[in-house]
């Protein structure tokens, strides 16, 4: 089974500065996607950013990038200029593939992120 | 652009009531979720249907039963609510055979059950 650690409860980090949330996993399966969700206080969940086990490249989005190490099966994701407004909750999760057709996420326990002046 | 759409948004329960969470989409996606949200657990898959007539359980399904309408609509019924389905419930569509598409989640229904 595949299984999603997100080790950070809480990180501060001051505005404008970068930050690192982390996220490892663990898969038998060599085909898989690496998600990023950001859930704000207001509670939805908003996609950033996507990587596949089989992307040369770490992903970017604007101010999101994801530092993917293969061999330590890592996904971080780094956002960089923090705002204030990057105040929320971040789930990193996995795309499995089910049995029945089609696939699903395992989200892993997430990172509250506050940004402060 | 109204997307994955979930009613309703509050309910409080009694021990024993049941209820039917719905939740459409207008994106002509093939894959509908239901997910719940605990504190400190991430969101736990309870149920999926991979496509319009095929439904299948997931990691957290006792209690609930589901139910694809049609390929816009998926609805999560608890049929006796116990006070450990207090949550906060997600609905999520995505589209087949895109390897690298997200889900999209409805804005979820938060759910009392006294």
């Known amino acids: 089974a595949q299984k999603i650690t997100q080790t950070q409860p809480g990180m501060f980090v001051q505005e404008k500065e970068a930050v690192t949330l982390d996220c490892t996993y663990d898969t038998s399966d060599p085909s898989y996607g690496l998600f990023w969700y950001k859930q704000p206080s207001s509670g939805e969940m908003i996609f950033l950013i996507y990587?596949?086990?089989?992307?040369?490249q770490n992903a970017t989005e604007g101010r999101y990038s994801l530092n993917f190490q293969k061999a330590r099966k890592s996904a971080n994701l780094v956002i960089s200029a923090s705002q204030l407004g990057d105040s929320a909750m971040y789930f990193c999760?996995?795309?499995?593939?089910?049995?029945?057709?089609?696939?699903?996420?395992?989200f892993g326990t997430g990172t509250q992120l506050k940004v402060e002046l | 652009n109204a997307g994955v759409t979930q009613t309703p948004k509050f309910q409080v329960l009694k021990t024993g009531q049941s209820m039917t969470l719905q939740c459409a989409q207008d994106?002509?996606?093939?894959?509908m979720y239901w997910y719940r949200q605990d504190p400190g657990m991430g969101l736990r898959l309870i149920y999926y249907s991979a496509s319009e007539g095929t439904t299948d359980k997931g990691e957290v399904p006792n209690g609930y039963n589901v139910s694809r309408l049609n390929k816009r609509e998926f609805s999560l019924r608890l049929e006796s609510a116990a006070p450990s389905q207090t949550s906060v419930y997600f609905c999520a569509s995505r589209p087949t055979g895109y390897y690298n598409q997200p889900q999209h989640f409805g804005d979820g229904t938060r759910l009392s059950i006294l």
């Open positions: 999760a996995m795309r499995e593939r089910l049995t029945g057709g089609g696939n699903k996420l395992t």
């Open positions: 994106m002509n996606h093939n894959s």
């Open positions: 990587q596949g086990s089989y992307d040369q």
